[in-house]
């Protein structure tokens, strides 16, 4: 995450913020646009929190934006109304949740929470034996880790656009990647990545550079946003000059990794080319600092580029190294061992002050790196940072194409199919609509070029927006959401701890139209909007696909071996194959579960008092648990999840001898 400022913009805390009206002036008004610019422009970054809170209330409408106030709005036709469906699926990140969310647009309404890296007692997930091997334990059975941080969810991809196979998902805490499957939408594979820390961005390829056959994602990109020693083994703890980054790349379907490239600075975001000859990240901190004043020294930091297939050309010929007990090959992408473009792995491109957030246009040909610190969006094209690679510019600052002035703060951005980028502004609380093409001939010096074509203010503080289906060669221009990081007074007071606002806006016209609020709970970072056909579920499960299937409910029974005792039981609706099973106090008891129930949306649940155990069965689906029976008694393990007229009758009886 970027830095919070604190000096949050006043104005946001007290206004009227009724989409229905103007805004109201306020104290500030006597600096305009461009002194305030002047002023972040000065060397006061040291103070910004300050001068964010200095400029509060300022509110830009100049450059040829005037605010979007939502004007008269047909609300209804955005409406679902009951028995109707969706048109678009989001799959969002949970942040400090460690979870995945399905909500569906343009309802949006909540669907689904995927456990990823967390414990969920509803599914079970973190206590079925199934999941914990997913997740990772110890020797002795226990978890690794139960704790994660997800900001960034991406598809696999077919054709520049998504394929509806997979869902990738970083975890920053402990440098885990995890992938869901989208057929079930259940996490399927985690990895833990060597020699990172705060795995921040993350982006699949869209094809292979190696293979023009293979247009399909086979490689997951992975930065990490906090150097290290490396190894980071007890060595260099006092002198950060000596800690340093590597980028991971992925196997899609192994999830493991292939390689790693050493980099300069840190990473922030990641994004890909639709050619999947780049991957590039943001730079905020190229300083090295440890200290947050450090991180915001120069005046510009960068975003670097990595040639994949020169990275595995050199892979390949083993110009590798190892990091500590890795075995993963590593490649030096600094920028000393890289300054000759015609070999070099990687290319820094300098961009203002502490980007945040970099994002590719759907035509494939320009990266938008955000200014956060400075009030700019940098336009790289993609064609001119090969050039650089074919030693044909002098200097890669050459590969940006624009840099226009977008507002105060800008963090994410998303892109339509008619030419414009939406970016969040999180200083200003609006989102800014932008031409590309405009913005191009304004840095070529145009003075008539028209960049800034609307705003809308947002409440408040925007993160990510993203738009429907903006990350494709698909981009349909209908949708933008504004995930706010701040919803004050937006929905009823629940107590010190808000929801976050994630805002539905219509950007199928000239002007963009706030439609509604949403509120998620803390805290997405990022989210997808997938078109509805695209994502193609699985009703039930196949019991032949888990080894472990209790076929038969004849085959119930409980099986003893030594202190080891294995109970198999069924379900189906109302019972449950045994009525009750007898274990002696001490014994290590798994119980496996079948649901023999055929029906779609006829799941059974399964908890154990006193022992921890409660998970869901779906229909055909098995699953395990492992405990000590350490207590003598009866135990009713009863169906947690409605399922039937008799669900609280659907029980069996646990009897522990003493
Ligand atoms: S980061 Cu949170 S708003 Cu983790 Cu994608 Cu920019
Ligand atoms: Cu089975 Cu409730
Ligand atoms: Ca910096």
Redesign the pocket.
């Known amino acids: 995450?970027?830095l919070r400022f604190t000096g949050l913009k006043r104005s946001s805390f007290t206004g009227n913020h009724d989409v229905t009206k103007t805004k109201e002036p306020t104290e500030n008004t006597a600096l305009d646009d461009a002194g305030r610019r002047n002023f972040l422009n000065t060397a006061a970054f040291a103070g910004l929190a300050g001068a964010s809170l200095g400029l509060a209330g300022c509110q830009p409408d100049g450059e040829g934006g005037a605010t979007s106030t939502g004007g008269s709005i047909d609300y209804g036709k955005y409406q679902v109304h009951p028995g109707q469906l969706d048109e678009y699926y989001a799959f969002s990140s949970g942040g400090h949740s460690g979870e995945v969310r399905i909500y569906v647009l343009p309802s949006g309404r909540l669907l689904k929470r995927i456990p990823v890296f967390n414990i969920d007692c509803m599914t079970g997930w973190g206590i079925t034996n199934e999941s914990k091997k997913i997740l990772g334990t110890h020797p002795d059975g226990t978890l690794k880790y139960w704790t994660g941080d997800t900001?960034?969810v991406h598809p696999s991809y077919t054709d520049g656009t998504y394929d509806g196979r997979y869902l990738f998902v970083n975890d920053k805490i402990h440098g885990r990647i995890a992938r869901v499957r989208l057929d079930t939408m259940e996490c399927d594979k985690i990895t833990e990545l060597p020699n990172i820390q705060g795995f921040?961005g993350i982006f699949p390829d869209k094809c292979d550079p190696l293979d023009s056959a293979v247009n399909y994602t086979t490689r997951v990109f992975c930065g990490s946003e906090f150097h290290t020693p490396l190894p980071n083994d007890g060595r260099d703890l006092d002198d950060p000059t000596r800690y340093s980054c590597v980028f991971t790349c992925v196997d899609a379907e192994t999830l493991e990794p292939r390689w790693q490239c050493q980099v300069d600075g840190n990473m922030d975001?990641v994004a890909t080319s639709y050619d999947g000859k780049l991957v590039c990240s943001n730079q905020y901190n190229t300083e090295g600092g440890a200290v947050f004043a450090d991180m915001m020294l120069r005046e510009r930091d960068a975003c670097v580029f990595l040639n994949v297939a020169r990275i595995e050309a050199a892979v390949k010929a083993g110009k590798t190294f190892t990091i500590g007990d890795s075995k993963v090959p590593v490649v030096d992408g600094t920028q000393a061992a890289n300054a000759d473009p015609a070999t070099a792995l990687t290319c820094y491109v300098p961009v203002p002050k502490n980007p945040?957030?970099v994002n590719i246009s759907p035509d494939g040909r320009y990266y938008a790196c955000s200014g956060k610190l400075s009030p700019t969006a940098t336009l790289i094209a993609h064609d001119r940072v090969l050039q650089w690679f074919e030693g044909r510019l002098q200097d890669p600052r050459e590969a940006v194409v624009a840099e226009p002035e977008i507002g105060l703060g800008p963090?994410?951005s998303a892109f339509d199919n008619r030419g414009f980028c939406y970016t969040t502004l999180f200083l200003d609380s609006q989102i800014v609509k932008w031409n590309i093409e405009a913005a191009i001939k304004a840095y070529q010096g145009d003075s008539s070029a028209q960049v800034v074509v609307d705003r809308l203010d947002v409440h408040y503080q925007p993160?990510?927006g993203f738009t429907s289906m903006g990350e494709t060669r698909e981009a349909d221009g209908k949708y933008f959401i504004s995930d706010n990081k701040f919803a004050k007074d937006r929905f009823l007071p629940v107590g010190p701890l808000h929801p976050e606002n994630s805002q539905l806006i219509d950007i199928s016209g000239d002007k963009m139209k706030l439609v509604h609020d949403t509120p998620v709970w803390s805290e997405p970072?990022?989210s997808i909007v997938v078109r509805r056909d695209i994502i193609k579920t699985r009703q039930i499960y196949n019991m032949d696909d888990f080894p472990h299937a209790v076929k038969s409910p004849l085959d119930c029974r409980v099986e003893r071996n030594g202190r080891k005792v294995t109970v198999y039981l069924t379900s189906q609706a109302p019972t449950f194959g045994l009525t009750e099973f007898k274990v002696k106090r001490g014994d290590e008891v798994t119980i496996i579960l079948t649901n023999h129930d055929k029906v779609e949306d006829l799941t059974h649940g399964f908890a154990i008092p006193k022992h921890n155990i409660n998970f869901i069965v779906n229909p055909q689906e098995t699953k395990s648990v492992a405990f000590i029976a350490d207590k003598p008694g009866v135990y009713w393990c009863y169906c947690t999840h409605f399922c039937h007229a008799l669900h609280l009758e659907m029980r069996s009886r646990m009897l522990v001898e003493a």
Do not use: I, K, R, T
Request: hydrophobic residues 30%; aromatic residues 8%.
């Open positions: 995450m970027f900001h960034h921040h975001l945040h957030g963090l994410h993160g990510h970072h990022d």
